[in-house]
């Protein structure tokens, strides 16, 4: 079955808009694809596309955590459904300094920009005239290219900051 990096590696969650709107999938680390409903994006505004992609961002992101979880529970033979309480000065002050990082990602045409705090409150932003300048899959390909910056940016911080309380 792998060994549990490599059953971390794999998770795949997926999560759509409550309206159905915009639906999300996160494969693997941070591979992030995403559909539009049938004539959807060529009716919505970009504030609009902004609010419901902040939302599904926060979805996707906590059904990744939840799979993490149970995945982790899978290994561990008992039933873990999140981080222990940090125990001492170090864990705490990395546990404090992790959930205040600010992570950003933006496209490579630079239309779409993230940042998330703590990974849990999104903001994203679409340039204005982007819903006309281009279609659906162009769009879905540039949020996907803000969403991995964004979550390999938290990755890197996460491990500088480890670096700087724990060595």
């Not at 993490?68 to 459904?81: H, L, Q, T």
């Not at 981080?83 to 300094?97: D, L, T």
Request: positive net charge; aromatic residues 8%; proline residues 2%.
């Amino acid at each position: 079955m792998g060994d549990l990096r490599d059953r971390i590696r794999a998770i795949y969650v997926r999560a759509s808009s409550p309206d159905d709107a915009i639906t999300a999938e996160l494969t693997g680390r941070n591979r992030v694809t995403m559909s539009f409903a049938r004539g959807w994006y060529d009716r919505c505004d970009e504030t609009e596309l902004e609010r419901k992609l902040s939302s599904v961002a926060t979805l996707l992101w906590t059904a990744r955590m939840r799979r993490y979880w149970e995945v982790r529970s899978a290994d561990a033979g008992v039933r873990i459904s999140g981080e222990p309480k940090p125990i001492g000065p170090r864990a705490v002050a990395y546990h404090q300094a992790r959930d205040a990082l600010v992570a950003h990602g933006r496209s490579a045409d630079g239309r779409v920009s993230a940042v998330v705090e703590g990974m849990r409150r999104w903001t994203i932003q679409v340039r204005r005239g982007t819903i006309r300048e281009i279609d659906e899959h162009e769009f879905a390909a540039a949020a996907g290219q803000a969403a991995a910056e964004l979550i390999q940016d938290q990755y890197r911080k996460i491990a500088a900051l480890k670096l700087t309380i724990y060595s």
